[in-house]
């Protein structure tokens, strides 16, 4: 009965790379980021997806907040949906630091915040943990999705593809 709970709880903390809901917002993401409007579709994903991957979605959700700020006219509005998705997406990384999808989304956003928000000091950590951990990737959606964006930013080249 030990092994099993023990099973069950490695089984819980493992990354859910699998899930319909976590693909279901890694589209919403995507087409928002594209589009950039209809970010409610993504809080309707992430809050669709339930708890499946807690600190991926914890990440896309500080996510939504960043590109909600784009939408705002309101300086001090556009800084505070800004900070509090900075809060959330620096809080899913102290939880799952080694996670290359939510070091992709702190890249992602730290390459496009503006510059005088001060928040780009920790792209190269991030470059290093999403690289490192792309050879060994199971999930090819997400490997396809990070390979695309780093060469896209020209961060590796089409010859280094893995």
């Known amino acids: 009965m ?6 069950a709880l490695m089984l819980t903390q493992m990354n859910c790379f699998a899930c319909p809901g976590l693909q279901e917002v890694r589209d919403a993401f995507y087409s928002v980021s594209e589009e950039k ?3 409610d579709k993504l809080l309707e994903a992430i809050v669709a997806a339930g708890n499946e991957a807690p600190n991926v ?15 705002l006219v309101n300086p001090y509005s556009k800084w505070a949906s800004f900070r509090k998705g900075r809060i959330l997406l620096d ?10 999808e939510i070091r992709l ?3 992602s956003a730290q390459m496009n915040a503006p510059s005088f928000l ?5 792209m190269e950590a991030d470059k290093r943990v999403i690289l490192n951990a792309l050879s060994s990737m199971k999930d090819n959606d997400l490997k396809r999705r990070i ?3 780093m060469m896209g930013q020209g961060l590796i080249a089409e010859n280094s593809k893995q």
Not at 2 to 7: D, E, G, S, T
């Open 2 to 7: 030990r092994y099993v709970l023990i099973i």
């Open 37 to 39: 409007a209809a970010s």
């Open 57 to 71: 979605l914890l990440a896309y959700k500080g996510m939504y907040h960043m590109l909600q700020a784009r939408e």
């Open 91 to 100: 809080r899913a990384i102290d939880r799952d630091g080694d996670n290359a």
């Open 105 to 107: 989304l702190r890249l």
């Open 118 to 122: 001060g928040y780009n000091n920790n």
């Open 147 to 149: 390979t695309s964006f």
